[in-house]
Protein backbone atom coordinates (compact mmCIF):
# COMPACT_ATOMS: atom_id res chain seq x y z
CA UNK A 1 0.00 0.00 0.00
CA UNK A 2 1.48 3.32 -1.06
CA UNK A 3 2.54 5.68 1.56
CA UNK A 4 0.53 8.86 0.44
CA UNK A 5 3.08 11.70 -0.21
CA UNK A 6 3.40 14.21 2.84
CA UNK A 7 2.71 17.97 3.20
CA UNK A 8 5.03 18.04 6.27
CA UNK A 9 8.61 19.67 5.86
CA UNK A 10 11.17 17.39 8.33
CA UNK A 11 14.35 18.98 9.80
CA UNK A 12 16.22 15.93 8.22
CA UNK A 13 15.54 13.60 5.45
CA UNK A 14 17.64 10.81 5.60
CA UNK A 15 18.08 8.38 2.14
CA UNK A 16 18.91 5.07 2.33
CA UNK A 17 18.01 2.64 5.25
CA UNK A 18 21.22 0.31 5.44
CA UNK A 19 23.32 0.77 8.71
CA UNK A 20 24.46 4.25 8.10
CA UNK A 21 21.24 5.57 7.14
CA UNK A 22 19.67 4.08 10.16
CA UNK A 23 22.99 5.09 12.47
CA UNK A 24 23.15 8.08 10.88
CA UNK A 25 18.70 9.12 11.61
CA UNK A 26 19.49 7.93 15.17
CA UNK A 27 22.43 10.16 15.55
CA UNK A 28 20.57 13.22 14.57
CA UNK A 29 17.76 12.48 17.28
CA UNK A 30 20.05 11.89 20.11
CA UNK A 31 21.83 15.61 19.12
CA UNK A 32 18.33 16.72 18.50
CA UNK A 33 15.44 15.30 20.52
CA UNK A 34 12.48 15.57 19.06
CA UNK A 35 14.22 16.94 15.55
CA UNK A 36 11.21 15.37 12.85
CA UNK A 37 13.23 12.37 10.77
CA UNK A 38 12.21 10.42 7.62
CA UNK A 39 14.04 7.97 6.54
CA UNK A 40 13.27 6.97 2.33
CA UNK A 41 14.65 3.33 1.41
CA UNK A 42 13.77 2.17 -2.32
CA UNK A 43 13.47 -1.26 -0.92
CA UNK A 44 10.87 -3.40 1.42
CA UNK A 45 12.88 -3.45 4.39
CA UNK A 46 15.87 -1.99 6.05
CA UNK A 47 19.34 -3.85 5.38
CA UNK A 48 18.56 -4.89 1.54
CA UNK A 49 21.69 -4.22 0.20
CA UNK A 50 25.51 -3.88 1.26
CA UNK A 51 24.64 -4.19 5.10
CA UNK A 52 22.36 -7.37 4.93
CA UNK A 53 25.06 -9.30 2.31
CA UNK A 54 29.02 -8.55 4.26
CA UNK A 55 31.47 -10.95 6.56
CA UNK A 56 29.53 -9.85 9.36
CA UNK A 57 33.28 -8.83 10.75
CA UNK A 58 33.64 -5.95 13.14
CA UNK A 59 37.10 -5.10 12.27
CA UNK A 60 39.83 -3.29 14.27
CA UNK A 61 41.22 -0.86 12.60
CA UNK A 62 44.71 -2.55 11.59
CA UNK A 63 44.93 -1.75 8.39
CA UNK A 64 44.58 2.15 8.14
CA UNK A 65 46.59 4.70 7.96
CA UNK A 66 47.43 6.05 11.87
CA UNK A 67 45.56 8.86 12.80
CA UNK A 68 43.13 8.92 9.44
CA UNK A 69 40.01 9.46 10.11
CA UNK A 70 39.16 5.97 8.93
CA UNK A 71 41.08 4.37 11.59
CA UNK A 72 39.81 6.35 14.22
CA UNK A 73 36.40 5.84 13.21
CA UNK A 74 36.94 1.74 12.87
CA UNK A 75 38.04 1.42 16.36
CA UNK A 76 35.79 3.92 18.00
CA UNK A 77 32.98 2.13 15.69
CA UNK A 78 34.10 -1.34 17.02
CA UNK A 79 33.73 -0.41 20.42
CA UNK A 80 30.44 1.34 19.99
CA UNK A 81 29.64 -1.14 18.18
CA UNK A 82 30.17 -3.71 20.91
CA UNK A 83 28.38 -1.39 23.39
CA UNK A 84 25.17 -1.57 21.16
CA UNK A 85 24.68 -5.03 20.80
CA UNK A 86 25.55 -5.78 24.47
CA UNK A 87 22.71 -2.65 25.58
CA UNK A 88 20.13 -4.25 22.94
CA UNK A 89 20.63 -7.79 22.69
CA UNK A 90 21.70 -8.55 19.32
CA UNK A 91 23.92 -11.69 19.29
CA UNK A 92 27.70 -11.17 18.91
CA UNK A 93 31.11 -12.67 19.66
CA UNK A 94 34.60 -11.23 19.86
CA UNK A 95 35.71 -14.73 18.47
CA UNK A 96 39.77 -12.89 17.28
CA UNK A 97 41.22 -12.39 14.22
CA UNK A 98 44.50 -13.77 12.93
CA UNK A 99 46.50 -11.97 9.69
CA UNK A 100 48.80 -14.86 9.00
CA UNK A 101 51.64 -14.59 7.37
CA UNK A 102 52.61 -17.74 4.83
CA UNK A 103 56.22 -17.49 4.05
CA UNK A 104 59.04 -15.10 4.91
CA UNK A 105 58.30 -12.60 1.99
CA UNK A 106 55.42 -11.29 3.76
CA UNK A 107 56.92 -10.50 7.23
CA UNK A 108 57.91 -6.50 6.60
CA UNK A 109 54.20 -6.27 5.31
CA UNK A 110 53.05 -7.71 8.09
CA UNK A 111 55.29 -5.82 10.47
CA UNK A 112 54.28 -3.03 8.44
CA UNK A 113 50.46 -3.96 9.74
CA UNK A 114 51.59 -4.69 13.48
CA UNK A 115 52.94 -0.95 13.26
CA UNK A 116 49.76 0.35 11.89
CA UNK A 117 47.68 -2.01 14.25
CA UNK A 118 49.91 -0.35 17.27
CA UNK A 119 49.68 3.26 16.17
CA UNK A 120 45.60 3.03 15.76
CA UNK A 121 45.75 1.25 19.09
CA UNK A 122 43.70 -1.53 18.13
CA UNK A 123 42.74 -3.74 21.34
CA UNK A 124 44.63 -6.23 22.92
CA UNK A 125 46.92 -6.65 19.09
CA UNK A 126 49.87 -8.90 19.17
CA UNK A 127 52.62 -10.48 16.84
CA UNK A 128 52.53 -14.42 17.39
CA UNK A 129 54.64 -16.91 15.71
CA UNK A 130 54.05 -20.40 13.76
CA UNK A 131 53.48 -21.89 17.25
CA UNK A 132 51.22 -19.61 18.83
CA UNK A 133 49.35 -19.46 15.23
CA UNK A 134 48.55 -23.33 15.89
CA UNK A 135 47.54 -22.65 19.51
CA UNK A 136 45.05 -19.89 18.47
CA UNK A 137 43.73 -21.70 15.06
CA UNK A 138 44.93 -25.21 15.40
CA UNK A 139 44.56 -25.78 11.50
CA UNK A 140 46.01 -23.21 10.27
CA UNK A 141 49.45 -22.70 9.09
CA UNK A 142 52.13 -19.49 9.04
CA UNK A 143 55.59 -18.68 9.66
CA UNK A 144 54.01 -15.84 11.83
CA UNK A 145 50.76 -13.85 12.29
CA UNK A 146 49.04 -10.74 13.83
CA UNK A 147 46.01 -11.79 16.58
CA UNK A 148 43.63 -9.28 16.72
CA UNK A 149 41.69 -10.55 19.99
CA UNK A 150 39.10 -8.04 19.85
CA UNK A 151 38.12 -8.53 16.54
CA UNK A 152 34.73 -9.33 16.06
CA UNK A 153 31.47 -11.29 14.39
CA UNK A 154 28.14 -10.24 14.40
CA UNK A 155 24.92 -9.89 12.12
CA UNK A 156 24.60 -6.11 10.96
CA UNK A 157 21.01 -6.44 9.65
CA UNK A 158 20.08 -7.89 12.91
CA UNK A 159 21.76 -4.67 14.31
CA UNK A 160 19.99 -2.67 11.65
CA UNK A 161 16.98 -3.64 12.72
CA UNK A 162 17.31 -3.02 16.26
CA UNK A 163 17.58 0.21 15.27
CA UNK A 164 14.54 0.55 13.36
CA UNK A 165 13.25 -0.09 16.23
CA UNK A 166 14.41 2.54 18.49
CA UNK A 167 13.59 4.71 15.20
CA UNK A 168 10.07 3.45 15.45
CA UNK A 169 10.03 4.55 19.19
CA UNK A 170 11.43 7.55 18.51
CA UNK A 171 8.46 8.54 15.99
CA UNK A 172 10.64 8.40 12.85
CA UNK A 173 8.85 8.35 9.74
CA UNK A 174 10.29 5.30 7.90
CA UNK A 175 8.92 5.38 4.41
CA UNK A 176 9.85 2.20 2.26
CA UNK A 177 9.15 1.09 -1.44
CA UNK A 178 9.46 4.56 -2.10
CA UNK A 179 12.84 5.99 -4.40
CA UNK A 180 14.32 9.30 -4.43
CA UNK A 181 14.35 10.48 -8.11
CA UNK A 182 15.85 13.69 -7.39
CA UNK A 183 17.23 16.00 -4.95
CA UNK A 184 16.51 19.80 -5.10
CA UNK A 185 17.68 23.06 -3.23
CA UNK A 186 14.82 24.17 -2.49
CA UNK A 187 14.40 22.12 0.13
CA UNK A 188 13.36 18.66 -0.54
CA UNK A 189 13.59 15.27 -2.40
CA UNK A 190 11.47 14.20 -5.47
CA UNK A 191 10.33 10.43 -4.96
CA UNK A 192 8.71 7.74 -7.32
CA UNK A 193 5.94 8.98 -5.06
CA UNK A 194 5.43 12.44 -4.46
CA UNK A 195 7.51 15.05 -2.78
CA UNK A 196 9.18 15.60 0.80
CA UNK A 197 9.91 18.42 1.71
CA UNK A 198 13.35 18.89 4.40
CA UNK A 199 15.57 21.30 5.92
CA UNK A 200 18.69 18.98 5.17
CA UNK A 201 18.80 15.84 3.95
CA UNK A 202 21.29 13.37 3.97
CA UNK A 203 22.44 10.62 1.67
CA UNK A 204 23.22 7.43 2.87
CA UNK A 205 22.73 5.64 -0.66
CA UNK A 206 25.54 2.84 -0.49
CA UNK A 207 25.72 1.35 -3.99
CA UNK A 208 24.12 4.46 -5.41
CA UNK A 209 25.87 7.27 -3.57
CA UNK A 210 27.49 9.04 -6.01
CA UNK A 211 24.33 9.06 -8.13
CA UNK A 212 22.36 10.79 -5.51
CA UNK A 213 25.89 12.96 -4.79
CA UNK A 214 25.22 13.75 -8.50
CA UNK A 215 22.23 14.74 -8.37
CA UNK A 216 22.71 17.35 -5.74
CA UNK A 217 25.61 18.73 -7.94
CA UNK A 218 28.23 17.70 -6.98
CA UNK A 219 31.13 16.53 -9.00
CA UNK A 220 30.48 13.13 -11.40
CA UNK A 221 33.91 12.20 -9.98
CA UNK A 222 34.31 9.77 -8.40
CA UNK A 223 32.11 7.15 -9.54
CA UNK A 224 31.25 4.09 -7.65
CA UNK A 225 32.01 0.91 -9.95
CA UNK A 226 30.61 -2.10 -9.10
CA UNK A 227 32.47 -5.29 -8.24
CA UNK A 228 30.84 -8.98 -6.76
CA UNK A 229 32.03 -10.59 -3.70
CA UNK A 230 31.05 -14.22 -3.83
CA UNK A 231 31.70 -17.14 -0.75
CA UNK A 232 31.70 -20.40 -0.25
CA UNK A 233 30.37 -21.75 3.11
CA UNK A 234 32.43 -25.03 4.78
CA UNK A 235 30.50 -27.94 5.79
CA UNK A 236 29.03 -28.41 8.95
CA UNK A 237 31.97 -30.04 11.41
CA UNK A 238 31.22 -30.84 15.17
CA UNK A 239 34.63 -29.00 15.90
CA UNK A 240 34.46 -25.81 13.53
CA UNK A 241 38.10 -26.06 11.10
CA UNK A 242 38.26 -22.25 12.54
CA UNK A 243 37.75 -20.34 15.37
CA UNK A 244 37.87 -17.19 14.79
CA UNK A 245 38.70 -15.27 11.62
CA UNK A 246 42.15 -16.27 9.20
CA UNK A 247 43.02 -13.45 6.86
CA UNK A 248 45.86 -13.34 4.02
CA UNK A 249 48.31 -10.42 4.65
CA UNK A 250 46.79 -8.01 2.13
CA UNK A 251 49.11 -7.08 -0.88
CA UNK A 252 48.83 -3.01 -1.63
CA UNK A 253 48.89 -3.08 -4.77
CA UNK A 254 46.10 -4.82 -5.21
CA UNK A 255 42.25 -3.09 -4.11
CA UNK A 256 40.87 -5.98 -1.99
CA UNK A 257 42.25 -7.62 1.12
CA UNK A 258 41.99 -11.13 -0.64
CA UNK A 259 40.06 -14.19 0.47
CA UNK A 260 39.66 -14.69 3.82
CA UNK A 261 37.67 -17.64 6.39
CA UNK A 262 34.94 -16.33 8.58
CA UNK A 263 33.42 -18.84 11.70
CA UNK A 264 29.86 -16.55 12.05
CA UNK A 265 27.71 -16.89 14.77
CA UNK A 266 25.93 -20.40 14.71
CA UNK A 267 29.23 -21.77 14.02
CA UNK A 268 28.75 -21.52 10.01
CA UNK A 269 32.47 -21.07 8.28
CA UNK A 270 32.46 -19.08 5.08
CA UNK A 271 35.47 -18.41 2.72
CA UNK A 272 35.23 -15.22 0.63
CA UNK A 273 35.01 -12.95 -0.65
CA UNK A 274 36.22 -12.77 -4.71
CA UNK A 275 36.16 -9.46 -6.18
CA UNK A 276 34.83 -9.57 -9.56
CA UNK A 277 34.06 -6.58 -11.85
CA UNK A 278 30.28 -7.07 -13.07
CA UNK A 279 27.34 -5.34 -14.87
CA UNK A 280 25.25 -3.92 -12.44
CA UNK A 281 25.27 -2.46 -8.69
CA UNK A 282 23.18 -5.01 -7.15
CA UNK A 283 24.60 -8.21 -8.78
CA UNK A 284 23.77 -10.36 -6.13
CA UNK A 285 23.05 -13.18 -9.51
CA UNK A 286 26.71 -13.52 -11.51
CA UNK A 287 24.72 -12.84 -14.80
CA UNK A 288 22.84 -9.64 -13.69
CA UNK A 289 23.41 -6.93 -16.10
CA UNK A 290 21.55 -3.29 -15.64
CA UNK A 291 22.36 -1.37 -18.95
CA UNK A 292 22.78 2.32 -17.10
CA UNK A 293 25.20 0.29 -14.99
CA UNK A 294 27.39 -1.62 -17.41
CA UNK A 295 27.22 1.43 -19.41
CA UNK A 296 28.77 4.24 -16.67
CA UNK A 297 31.39 1.62 -15.61
CA UNK A 298 32.87 1.47 -19.43
CA UNK A 299 32.67 4.60 -20.04
CA UNK A 300 34.50 6.04 -16.92
CA UNK A 301 38.13 6.36 -17.77
CA UNK A 302 38.25 4.83 -13.79
CA UNK A 303 37.37 1.35 -14.74
CA UNK A 304 39.92 1.19 -17.50
CA UNK A 305 42.90 2.73 -15.65
CA UNK A 306 41.84 -0.13 -12.71
CA UNK A 307 41.40 -2.64 -15.41
CA UNK A 308 44.90 -2.00 -17.15
CA UNK A 309 46.93 -1.88 -13.75
CA UNK A 310 45.18 -4.76 -12.04
CA UNK A 311 44.23 -7.50 -15.22
CA UNK A 312 46.37 -9.77 -13.57
CA UNK A 313 44.49 -10.07 -10.41
CA UNK A 314 40.97 -9.39 -12.57
CA UNK A 315 41.97 -12.61 -14.71
CA UNK A 316 42.92 -14.68 -10.98
CA UNK A 317 39.51 -13.22 -9.75
CA UNK A 318 37.23 -14.42 -12.67
CA UNK A 319 38.67 -18.15 -12.50
CA UNK A 320 38.71 -18.11 -8.83
CA UNK A 321 34.82 -17.00 -9.22
CA UNK A 322 33.76 -19.67 -11.72
CA UNK A 323 36.38 -22.47 -9.86
CA UNK A 324 35.33 -24.00 -6.67
CA UNK A 325 39.08 -25.90 -6.21
CA UNK A 326 40.76 -22.79 -7.22
CA UNK A 327 38.63 -20.71 -4.42
CA UNK A 328 39.45 -23.65 -2.00
CA UNK A 329 42.75 -23.78 -2.75
CA UNK A 330 43.01 -20.03 -1.72
CA UNK A 331 42.14 -20.80 1.79
CA UNK A 332 43.94 -24.13 1.80
CA UNK A 333 47.48 -22.11 1.30
CA UNK A 334 45.81 -20.77 5.18
CA UNK A 335 44.30 -24.01 6.26
CA UNK A 336 46.52 -27.15 4.71
CA UNK A 337 44.05 -30.33 3.77
CA UNK A 338 41.21 -27.98 2.87
CA UNK A 339 39.38 -29.23 -0.42
CA UNK A 340 35.90 -29.06 -2.35
CA UNK A 341 34.84 -31.99 -0.60
CA UNK A 342 35.09 -30.19 2.63
CA UNK A 343 32.18 -27.44 1.11
CA UNK A 344 28.63 -27.88 2.30
CA UNK A 345 26.77 -29.48 -0.19
CA UNK A 346 24.76 -28.43 -3.46
CA UNK A 347 24.54 -24.55 -1.82
CA UNK A 348 25.02 -22.34 -4.15
CA UNK A 349 28.00 -19.56 -2.95
CA UNK A 350 26.73 -16.85 -0.87
CA UNK A 351 27.63 -13.24 -2.63
CA UNK A 352 27.53 -9.62 -1.49
CA UNK A 353 27.67 -6.43 -4.08
CA UNK A 354 31.12 -5.07 -3.47
CA UNK A 355 30.82 -1.56 -4.90
CA UNK A 356 33.92 0.83 -5.14
CA UNK A 357 34.47 4.53 -5.20
CA UNK A 358 36.97 4.62 -8.30
CA UNK A 359 38.20 7.98 -9.34
CA UNK A 360 38.91 9.30 -13.12
CA UNK A 361 42.35 9.46 -12.80
CA UNK A 362 44.26 9.62 -9.45
CA UNK A 363 45.30 5.79 -8.24
CA UNK A 364 43.32 6.35 -5.29
CA UNK A 365 40.11 8.47 -3.35
CA UNK A 366 41.07 6.86 0.47
CA UNK A 367 43.60 6.96 2.74
CA UNK A 368 43.29 2.99 2.85
CA UNK A 369 46.10 0.53 1.29
CA UNK A 370 43.93 -0.16 -1.88
CA UNK A 371 43.40 2.42 -4.93
CA UNK A 372 39.63 2.34 -4.41
CA UNK A 373 37.50 2.35 -1.41
CA UNK A 374 33.83 2.37 -0.08
CA UNK A 375 30.98 4.72 -0.41
CA UNK A 376 29.57 6.39 2.73
CA UNK A 377 27.19 9.47 2.97
CA UNK A 378 26.81 12.93 2.18
CA UNK A 379 25.20 15.97 3.84
CA UNK A 380 23.56 18.30 1.76
CA UNK A 381 22.06 21.39 2.85
CA UNK A 382 19.89 24.09 1.52
CA UNK A 383 22.49 26.39 -0.41
CA UNK A 384 21.18 30.17 -0.12
CA UNK A 385 19.27 31.64 -2.17
CA UNK A 386 18.09 28.12 -3.61
CA UNK A 387 17.82 28.53 -7.35
CA UNK A 388 14.72 26.17 -8.55
CA UNK A 389 16.53 23.49 -10.21
CA UNK A 390 16.80 20.02 -9.80
CA UNK A 391 18.73 17.29 -10.97
CA UNK A 392 17.41 13.99 -12.39
CA UNK A 393 18.94 10.93 -10.09
CA UNK A 394 17.36 7.60 -11.93
CA UNK A 395 14.40 5.77 -12.82
CA UNK A 396 12.73 3.03 -10.71
CA UNK A 397 14.62 0.51 -12.83
CA UNK A 398 18.13 2.02 -12.75
CA UNK A 399 19.77 0.08 -10.17
C1 LIG B 1 31.22 -8.26 0.19
C2 LIG B 1 31.30 -7.27 1.32
C3 LIG B 1 31.84 -7.64 2.54
C4 LIG B 1 31.91 -6.71 3.58
N1 LIG B 1 32.36 -7.11 4.79
C5 LIG B 1 32.34 -6.24 5.83
C6 LIG B 1 32.71 -6.65 7.13
O1 LIG B 1 33.03 -7.80 7.36
N2 LIG B 1 32.70 -5.72 8.13
C7 LIG B 1 32.32 -4.42 7.92
O2 LIG B 1 32.32 -3.61 8.86
N3 LIG B 1 31.94 -4.00 6.69
C8 LIG B 1 31.93 -4.88 5.66
N4 LIG B 1 31.52 -4.48 4.44
C9 LIG B 1 31.12 -3.08 4.28
C10 LIG B 1 29.71 -2.85 4.85
O3 LIG B 1 28.83 -3.86 4.43
C11 LIG B 1 29.24 -1.49 4.34
O4 LIG B 1 30.20 -0.50 4.66
C12 LIG B 1 27.92 -1.05 4.97
O5 LIG B 1 26.95 -2.08 4.94
C13 LIG B 1 27.43 0.16 4.21
O6 LIG B 1 26.15 0.49 4.69
P1 LIG B 1 25.32 1.59 3.94
O7 LIG B 1 24.13 1.87 4.76
O8 LIG B 1 26.21 2.72 3.56
O9 LIG B 1 24.93 0.91 2.53
P2 LIG B 1 23.76 -0.11 2.16
O10 LIG B 1 23.59 -1.17 3.17
O11 LIG B 1 24.03 -0.56 0.77
O12 LIG B 1 22.46 0.81 2.22
C14 LIG B 1 22.20 1.84 1.31
C15 LIG B 1 20.70 1.88 1.15
O13 LIG B 1 20.34 3.02 0.38
C16 LIG B 1 19.23 2.66 -0.41
N5 LIG B 1 19.13 3.57 -1.55
C17 LIG B 1 20.08 3.80 -2.49
N6 LIG B 1 19.65 4.70 -3.40
C18 LIG B 1 18.40 5.05 -3.02
C19 LIG B 1 17.43 5.93 -3.57
N7 LIG B 1 17.68 6.64 -4.69
N8 LIG B 1 16.25 6.05 -2.94
C20 LIG B 1 15.98 5.35 -1.78
N9 LIG B 1 16.87 4.48 -1.22
C21 LIG B 1 18.06 4.34 -1.84
C22 LIG B 1 19.52 1.23 -0.82
O14 LIG B 1 18.37 0.52 -1.24
C23 LIG B 1 20.15 0.66 0.43
O15 LIG B 1 19.22 0.01 1.27
C24 LIG B 1 31.45 -5.38 3.40
C25 LIG B 1 30.90 -5.02 2.17
C26 LIG B 1 30.81 -5.93 1.15
C27 LIG B 1 30.19 -5.50 -0.12
Known amino acids: MPAPTTAATYDVAVVGAGIVGLAVAR ?8 ARVVVVEQEADVA ?11 HGGIY ?11 VEGARLMYDYCAEHGVAHERSGKLIVARHAGELGRLDE ?8 QTPGLRRVDADQVREIEPHAVGVAALHAPDTGIVDFAEVARAIRRELEVEGVDLRFDEQVLAIDETGGLTTGRGRIRARRVIACAGLWADRLARAAGADANPRIVPFRGGYLALRPTPEPIVRGMIYPV ?17 GEVSLGPTALLVAARDAYALGRVRGRDLWESLTWPGTWRVARRHWRAGAGELLTAVSRRRFV ?5 YVPGLTTADLAPGGTPASGPRPSIVTARSSTTSSSPTPVSRPSCAMLR ?9 WPVS ?3 AR
Open 395 to 397: SST
Open 329 to 333: AMAAE
Open 27 to 34: EVLRRRPG
Open 64 to 74: YQPGSLKAQLC
Open 48 to 58: AHQTGHNSGVV
Open 113 to 120: LYRRGLAN
Open 250 to 266: PDPELPFLGVHLTRHLG
Open 382 to 390: RRQPPPPSR
